[in-house]
């Protein structure tokens, strides 16, 4: 397969301040990830809130620079890139479908704009092309004159594909699109999304949360903690046998619906990583169930099986290893 999108050893740093006379700090939000986005497929990028994923996803879409690194669309540097050629390529669709629409324009305006800015047709097509779309993401031309405010959350997002995909990007960037929807509308835009990548050949790059949608929908899962990535698999692979202790903690806190079964306990206690104050070693020994004595100094390192990554010094291990906690 053809590798659409690159990112190599990425790290994106904030300065913080912690007030007024405390001195500022640095926090590595992205922190040396790599990935390879293959033409076609759909990538998720799963973690707990806070692992990075969103600064990531702003990273990918050129909105934000790489402090360290580089990120390559199409073999090109998107450095060198200006902002409407990475915009014609890539486009992004937000979690909140009502925040991300301009609520003072009509739908069939919004749908229409990328083009607009690009430049590229005048006004008649580019509201041809809009109304089009419209009708291809379930939305019939009756909508086309409404307002945001008019049209229900699912109908919002329904929207912000269709401006999206209005001008057949090689690539969309959806950063939790279904976390602010009904469990029923969510299925609906879910099984859209897979539609479209079926029709126009579109590669996506899923940022999520949600453990069941990403088995749904994803083709490729990677798995981010504390700005790293500790995981990467074929979604199949990894939902049956996750290697990183973190990725098993992840599974097992899927809630189930069999009655009975009450909460389920991750092991990994409340206390969220301080990014301010990343542990030595691997990032993760603090929390980790399983660890051993050189997960508290040295960094894992990255095993490579058959398509399955993962960075922890029990995957290291050879097999049959007797390995005390």
Known sequence: MTILLEARHVTRSFTVSRGLFAPKRRLNAVNGVSLAVEEGEILAIVG???????????MLLGLLPASSGEIRLGGQDMRSMGRLDIARRVQPVFQDPYSSLNPRRRIAEIVALPMEVQG???????????????????????????????????QRQRVAIARALVMRP????????????DVSVQSQILNLLMDLRRDFGTTFVFISHNLAVVEHIASRVAVMYLGQVVEQAETAALFERPRHPYTQAL??????PEPGLGIPDTGLGLAFPDPLDPPPGCPFHPRCPKRIAPCDSLAPPVIREEGHLVACHLAAQPPGTNVTP
């Open 48 to 58: 707990e809130s806070g692992c990075g994923k969103s600064t990531l996803a702003r």
């Open 120 to 154: 590229t047709a005048d006004a008649a097509t580019c509201r041809r092309a809009a109304l089009e779309m419209l009708e291809r993401v379930g939305l019939p031309e009756r909508f086309a004159q409404a307002y945001p405010a008019q049209l229900s959350g699912g």
């Open 170 to 181: 090689e690539l969309v960037i959806c950063d939790e699109p279904t976390s602010a929807l």
């Open 251 to 256: 599974l097992a806190s899927a809630l189930t």
